[in-house]
């Protein structure tokens, strides 16, 4: 059978570092093992080929029942990402850039991305693409393309030192890195960013209001549904409307409680999420000040409110304004205002802001009044804008993620109804086109 390649295994490794899944697990590798001592710590780096790499992101992203067109729809967007970033850390380095559009005593609007690793090219963690180890039932003595071991077959070496192998899941995505070779997503001689969230709540985020103020053609809105249903569309840039949107449960392919379809793409502890396309979130007023206090350093005092200035075309908050009895001030981009208002990650920004205040003037119970901007008809409400701070905050909202480009619970439910994954791409990707690079 030849020489098995080489495969080591780290113990305790993070995952979702940061998010409310966050947890270690041991993960094993295929390809060299680097290791690199700086600032007290020791860094592992895994150096391992593209299509080997991309393996192990498929499997890591999906769960092992995964339709097949889905999964080569996302070998695809995860290759296009990987080279598009080589390409731009390149850029970075020639020309540098500030994520800071604002950053005043009142204001600060920054956007986050992929900040260029100094040691590495990519991490291996939901900041980049999930990379968790061997997913692999193939000889691994022979190179992906050519020599490949069809039946799937682990040599016994290798199957010893990995107990945890999923060999339906290594056969399924060997054959769809075999399927998708190469090919890419191209848009104006280059590569396409290709951007992809677990659920965008039933319309794609455009890339300007999560990142650079750039328009990228391919990186629209779009309702998540077919266009041949003919579906009323909506402005969500609009406050009524997005609030109707997001507090409405209208037709999507990502809009699904289907065990079977949501298995495809919810790892098992992704599946500790119960909601996604709608969610609702509680603060109490002390909860909502010291998070805010944790996560931007800053106190607030008693929070008053907080206004959606500005939304993207999906209904997510690209500014914020915080209004605090000690200080006010505004926050943005949209995943700045997800990391302020939740220890781990807010779903999203597309929320709306539920108020409520304790009884008052010997009325029972609470009372409740939803924030929109700031509206003047809150006043008519006791307790809003009478200067009181409310006891609670209530956020419900829609999506899970940036929303930007392809959604893959939206994709695995294009997947399951017969659509090919040219078609997954081109409605996720519009004015794109698939181009075999290699």
Same mark, same amino acid.
């Given at each position: 059978?030849g020489t098995v390649a080489p495969c080591f295994t780290l113990k305790g490794?993070?995952?979702?570092?940061?998010?409310?899944?966050?947890?270690?697990?041991?993960?094993?590798? =295929?390809?060299?093992?680097?290791?690199?001592?700086?600032?007290?710590?020791?860094?592992?780096? @895994?150096?391992?080929?593209?299509?080997?790499?991309?393996?192990? $992101?498929?499997?890591?992203?999906?769960?092992?029942?995964?339709? *097949?067109?889905?999964?080569?729809?996302?070998?695809? +967007?995860?290759?296009? #990402?990987?080279?598009?970033?080589?390409?731009?850390?390149?850029?970075?380095?020639?020309?540098?850039?500030?994520?800071?559009?604002?950053?005043?005593?009142?204001?600060?609007?920054?956007?986050?991305? =992929?900040?260029?690793?100094?040691?590495?090219? *990519?991490?291996?963690?939901?900041?980049?693409?999930?990379?968790? !180890?061997?997913?692999?039932?193939?000889?691994?003595?022979?190179?992906? =393309?050519?020599?490949?071991?069809?039946?799937?077959?682990?040599?016994?070496?290798?199957?010893?030192?990995?107990?945890? $192998?999923?060999?339906?899941?290594?056969?399924?995505?060997?054959?769809? /890195?075999?399927?998708? %070779? !190469?090919?890419?997503? %191209?848009?104006?001689?280059?590569?396409?960013?290709?951007?992809?969230?677990?659920?965008? !709540? !039933?319309?794609?985020?455009?890339?300007?209001?999560? #990142?650079?103020?750039?328009?990228?053609?391919?990186?629209?809105?779009?309702?998540?549904v077919d266009p041949s249903a003919g579906l009323k569309d909506w402005d969500?840039?609009?406050?009524?409307?997005?609030?109707? #949107? /997001?507090?409405?449960?209208?037709?999507?392919?990502? @809009?699904?409680?289907?065990?079977?379809?949501?298995?495809?793409?919810?790892?098992?502890?992704?599946?500790?999420?119960?909601?996604?396309?709608? %969610?609702?979130?509680?603060?109490?007023?002390?909860?909502?000040?010291?998070?805010?206090?944790?996560?931007?350093?800053?106190? *607030?005092?008693? +929070?008053?409110?907080? /206004?959606?200035?500005?939304?993207g075309v999906s209904g997510r908050i690209c500014r914020l304004k915080i209004?605090?009895?000690?200080?006010?001030?505004?926050?943005?981009?949209?995943?700045?205002? =997800?990391?302020?208002?939740?220890? &781990?990650?807010?779903?999203? &920004?597309?929320?709306?802001?539920?108020?409520?205040?304790?009884? +008052?003037?010997?009325?029972?119970?609470?009372?409740?009044?939803? &924030?929109?901007?700031?509206?003047?008809?809150?006043?008519?409400?006791?307790?809003?804008?009478?200067?009181?701070?409310?006891?609670?905050?209530?956020?419900?909202?829609?999506?899970?993620?940036?929303?930007?480009?392809?959604?893959?619970?939206?994709?695995?439910?294009?997947?399951?109804?017969?659509?090919?994954?040219?078609?997954?791409?081109?409605?996720?990707?519009? @004015?794109? &086109?698939?181009?075999?690079?290699?």
């Open positions: 059978m490794v993070e995952i979702g570092k940061g998010f409310h899944w966050q947890r270690r697990q041991d993960q094993s590798f =295929r390809g060299s093992l680097r290791l690199i001592a700086r600032e007290g710590r020791v860094i592992a780096i @895994n150096v391992v080929g593209i299509e080997d790499y991309l393996q192990c $992101v498929i499997a890591s992203e999906m769960s092992p029942t995964a339709g *097949f067109e889905f999964l080569k729809a996302h070998a695809v +967007i995860s290759r296009s #990402w990987l080279l598009a970033q080589l390409d731009k850390r390149d850029e970075v380095l020639r020309e540098g850039y500030s994520a800071v559009v604002c950053d005043t005593p009142d204001e600060l609007i920054r956007w986050q991305d =992929r900040e260029d690793h100094t040691y590495y090219d *990519f991490c291996a963690d939901d900041h980049c693409q999930r990379y968790q !180890g061997i997913p692999m039932a193939r000889d691994f003595s022979a190179p992906l =393309r050519s020599g490949r071991n069809d039946k799937g077959v682990i040599p016994s070496e290798v199957e010893e030192s990995l107990p945890s $192998v999923d060999p339906a899941m290594i056969r399924k995505t060997a054959k769809v /890195i075999e399927a998708t %070779w !190469g090919q890419v997503l %191209w848009y104006d001689g280059r590569v396409c960013d290709a951007r992809f969230s677990k659920c965008c !709540g !039933g319309a794609m985020e455009e890339f300007r209001y999560c #990142w650079e103020d750039k328009e990228v053609p391919y990186l629209k809105y779009e309702r998540d969500l840039t609009r406050e009524t409307q997005a609030r109707r #949107w /997001i507090l409405s449960h209208p037709r999507s392919f990502c @809009n699904t409680r289907s065990k079977r379809l949501l298995g495809q793409v919810l790892k098992d502890y992704d599946s500790e999420t119960k909601d996604f396309y709608r %969610w609702r979130i509680e603060y109490s007023q002390q909860e909502v000040h010291d998070i805010l206090l944790e996560r931007t350093g800053e106190d *607030f005092g008693e +929070i008053l409110d907080l /206004i959606p200035l500005e939304r209004v605090g009895s000690a200080k006010t001030k505004i926050i943005g981009k949209e995943l700045e205002i =997800r990391k302020s208002l939740s220890r &781990s990650h807010l779903y999203s &920004s597309a929320f709306v802001v539920e108020k409520v205040y304790d009884a +008052i003037n010997g009325c029972e119970g609470l009372l409740r009044k939803t &924030s929109i901007c700031g509206c003047a008809r809150r006043r008519s409400q006791p307790g809003a804008g009478d200067g009181s701070a409310p006891a609670q905050f209530i956020l419900r909202g829609a999506g899970w993620g940036h929303g930007v480009g392809l959604c893959q619970i939206g994709a695995a439910a294009m997947g399951s109804r017969g659509y090919d994954y040219r078609t997954i791409l081109a409605h996720y990707y519009p @004015n794109s &086109s698939l181009k075999n690079l290699y």
